[in-house]
Nanobody
């Protein structure tokens, strides 16, 4: 069984910073892409940032220059440093990982965390 556990969400004033973490654990064989999506009330889930195993990154236009994604491959953990937060960044943030398990090392699957609330408000 694979679990993705997020932490680091909370309430911050506009212009402030937060750092999200997401650790994958369980019977993991190999982790490929990792990343973050977010979903605001009444809106569809949208991509925030992704990172490959080699460290190549991709960002949504709305967060580029303010958010930084990174990962620790030894810990199967992905991070999202969020700076200069705006009220429109308020959403539930979900991490995901594309990985294979020990039971099925040749079959990549998508796994999701439970979500963590980020609120930027004065």
């Amino acid at each position: 069984q694979v679990r993705l556990v997020e932490s680091g969400g909370g309430l911050v004033q506009p212009g402030g910073s937060l750092r999200l973490s997401c650790a994958a654990s369980g019977n993991i064989f190999k982790v490929y892409h990792m990343g973050w999506y977010r979903q605001a009330p009444g809106k569809q889930r949208e991509l925030v940032a992704t990172i490959t195993g080699a460290g190549n990154t991709n960002y949504a236009v709305s967060v580029k220059g303010r958010f930084t994604i990174s990962r620790d491959n030894a810990k199967n953990t992905v991070y999202l440093q969020m700076d200069s937060l705006k009220p429109e960044d308020t959403a539930v943030y979900y991490c995901y990982a594309v990985l294979t398990t020990v039971q099925a090392p040749g079959v990549p699957g998508n796994y999701w965390g439970q979500g963590t609330q980020v609120t930027a408000s004065s």
